[in-house]
């Protein structure tokens, strides 16, 4: 079966400092693609990043960033420079044909 | 202005009604995803849909039932079935064949 694991239930990180949240997933496939997805207090989902597994390459996006491992099939965010405005749920998920999501994990960003 | 909207945002139901959850696209997307989020759970896929007039279930699509009529709407009915419907309802679209999902705002979903 298909899953994904976040084992942090909850992170802080003071302002301006950075931060990284953990996942890791199991699966057999050899194609399919990783989504970090933020859900701030307002519960609406909103794609933070995304990265293909057959791209070597650690995908990038402003601030965020990831450490994609696939043999160890691990996918883990990077969030330099943290800002008040990045206090959310952080969803790992993964895709082939359907999407599967962790757990999350609760960020509080503090000033 | 593109995007996915849901109404309502809070919906409150007795229990045996059925409920029917409002989820319209603008991004001509093919697909059209329903998730259902519990406290402390990632989403779980209820209900999705590749094309108009075509859906399949997910994980947990007993007690639920939807229709695709149009290629912009994707309605939710909760029916009273659902034994524990009290959720947070999200909507989700994409272009089929590709891998990345777009979601709307969410409707909150308490029975009484």
């Known amino acids: 079966a298909q899953t994904v694991t976040q084992s942090q239930p909850e992170m802080s990180v003071q302002e301006a400092e950075t931060v990284t949240l953990s996942c890791t997933y199991d699966?057999?496939?050899?194609?399919?693609?990783l989504f970090w997805y933020k859900q701030p207090p307002s519960r609406q989902m909103i794609l933070v990043i995304r990265?293909?597994?057959?791209?070597?390459q650690n995908a990038t996006e402003n601030r965020f960033s990831v450490n994609f491992q696939k043999a160890a099939k691990s996918f883990s965010l990077k969030i330099s420079d943290s800002q008040l405005g990045d206090t959310a749920m952080y969803f790992c998920?993964?895709?082939?044909?359907?999407?599967?999501f962790g757990t999350g994990t609760r960020l509080q960003v503090f000033p | 202005d593109g995007g996915i909207t849901q109404s309502p945002k809070y919906l409150f139901r007795k229990e045996g009604q059925n409920v029917t959850l409002s989820c319209e696209q603008n991004l001509n997307h093919d697909a059209m995803y329903w998730y259902r989020q519990d406290p402390g759970q990632g989403l779980r896929l209820i209900y999705y849909?590749?094309?108009?007039?075509?859906?399949q279930k997910g994980d947990i699509a007993e007690g639920y039932s939807v229709s695709r009529e149009k290629k912009e709407s994707f309605p939710l009915t909760v029916t009273s079935a659902q034994k524990n419907p009290t959720a947070f309802y999200l909507c989700a679209s994409s272009i089929w064949g590709t891998d990345t999902q777009y979601f709307g705002p969410g409707t909150r979903l308490t029975v009484l």
């Open positions: 998920a993964y895709n082939t044909d359907k999407l599967i």
């Open positions: 849909s590749q094309i108009v007039n075509d859906f």
């Open positions: 699966t057999s496939e050899n194609n399919y693609y």
């Open positions: 990265q293909e597994a057959y791209k070597q």
